[in-house]
């Protein structure tokens, strides 16, 4: 018997084997990341590779459903979760890979989970588990290659978001300075930057396009600004609030909307007032200890992208050119009688909730960012937030991509 067919048959199957194991790290292949936040999910597909050693990552399609009820929402009743919090969204993603001929089956499908789970984790791990059960179970039955169903860390969550804004910014093509990231987001802050520190406790080595980077990234799961400004409404109550502005001529509405989940909360009347509403939200952020834990001895000079509720409100309150100027934009706003109708209507122009807790919200991003004490006491001049990086919006989904790419 001629062993060479043999040989040649056990060679081919090394080969297919290799490629068939190198998974996201082969030529091209789709990704599904499911962003499970606080008040929903989004999926992002993907389409991952390596090019000349680096990883390239393509943003294909995105997919989300208003009033989609948050996995987080699903606790007393976990099995429930797969075919009522996420079948709806895996159906729309169905639907776009049916009509472009891409077999379900070779779509891998991770979904992630950030603070709105973290609380349920904390609150009840039992209906933590059987929620991600039920999930894995809804995507197995629609066809999809399941992948991971978890909840992931503020530390991972911010360190995903940094890959991200330097793979945009195209900072891995080359060897050179990187820049740092802080995102607020509903529940929690992270903060996220590249050190020469590697013993500073949250450090991790992450190795992109050959590139080895130092970066340390922390979470406060309870600084994201809606879980803020529940603790400082708590603190302050809901008549004659420091933190909202006046409104004695009884202009719509007549109370303010806090939107801060169930049950509803209204602010009766305001009565802004900037150095009060600031040290209520100082005592929201101190028991966190950022300096300590957010500073590594290379914080001063590094430069930071801000995100997410930094980039609203700033741009809410017109200083993305200034941002060390956020404070006094506000207490000119907010402050003095029927400030709600005759100032700050007129700048944010819309009467929604997002203005109606524009000045508590500027107040707090600004004390978090720039206050020397129980903030980041950040520089203004080496903060700059966007929207758009070379015409992509920042998400920490991206990053986990270019990572499972091989990064």
Not at 169 to 181: E, L, S, V
Not at 203 to 210: A, K, P
Not at 308 to 322: N, P, Q, V, Y
Request: with cysteine; net charge negative.
């Amino acid at each position: 018997m001629n062993p060479r067919p043999l040989l040649n048959h056990a060679f081919l199957s090394l080969l297919l084997c290799l490629a068939g194991c190198a998974g996201l790290q082969s030529a091209s292949s789709y990704l599904t990341v499911i962003d499970v936040g606080s008040s929903g999910s989004r999926a992002h597909l993907y389409r991952v590779a390596r090019d000349h050693e680096r990883p390239r990552v393509e943003d294909v399609a995105e997919f989300t459903i208003d009033k989609l009820p948050a996995l987080a929402s699903f606790g007393a009743q976990p099995a429930a979760a797969g075919p009522q919090g996420m079948q709806p969204l895996l159906a729309r993603l169905g639907d776009y890979l049916d009509a472009h001929a891409i077999a379900r089956d070779s779509v891998r499908v991770d979904v992630l989970a950030t603070a709105g789970m973290r609380l349920l984790a904390e609150a009840d791990p039992h209906a933590e588990r059987a929620v991600y059960a039920s999930v894995r179970e809804t995507i197995a039955r629609d066809g999809y290659a399941p992948g991971r169903a978890a909840t992931i860390s503020g530390a991972d969550e911010g360190r995903y978001a940094w890959v991200d804004v330097n793979y945009l910014n195209r900072a891995f093509d080359t060897p050179g300075p990187t820049t740092g990231i802080i995102e607020v987001g509903g529940a929690s802050a992270q903060v996220a930057y590249a050190t020469n520190n590697e013993h500073h406790a949250g450090v991790e080595t992450l190795t992109i396009g050959g590139m080895r980077h130092a970066v340390l990234s922390v979470s406060f799961l309870g600084l994201g600004q809606n879980e803020a400004r529940r603790a400082m409404i708590a603190a302050s109550g809901t008549t004659m609030n420091p933190c909202y502005p006046n409104n004695d001529n009884g202009a719509a509405p007549v109370a303010f909307d806090a939107d801060i989940g169930k049950p509803a909360v209204t602010i009766a009347s305001g009565a802004y007032n900037a150095a009060d509403c600031a040290g209520l939200y100082r005592r929201v952020i101190a028991p966190f200890d950022i300096g300590a834990n957010a500073k590594a001895s290379d914080f001063e000079t590094a430069r930071f992208i801000g995100l997410s509720s930094i980039f609203h409100a700033l741009s809410e309150w017109d200083g993305l050119d200034r941002p060390e100027t956020l404070g006094q934009r506000v207490d000119e706003s907010c402050s003095g009688e029927n400030a709600w109708s005759m100032k700050v209507v007129p700048l944010q122009k819309e009467t929604s909730k997002y203005a109606q807790n524009a000045c508590a919200n500027g107040t707090y991003i600004d004390a978090l960012l720039f206050d020397g004490k129980t903030g980041l006491g950040l520089d203004g001049v080496k903060l700059h937030s966007v929207k758009r990086i070379n015409g992509m919006a920042p998400t920490w989904t991206r990053g986990y991509a270019v990572l499972e790419a091989g990064g």
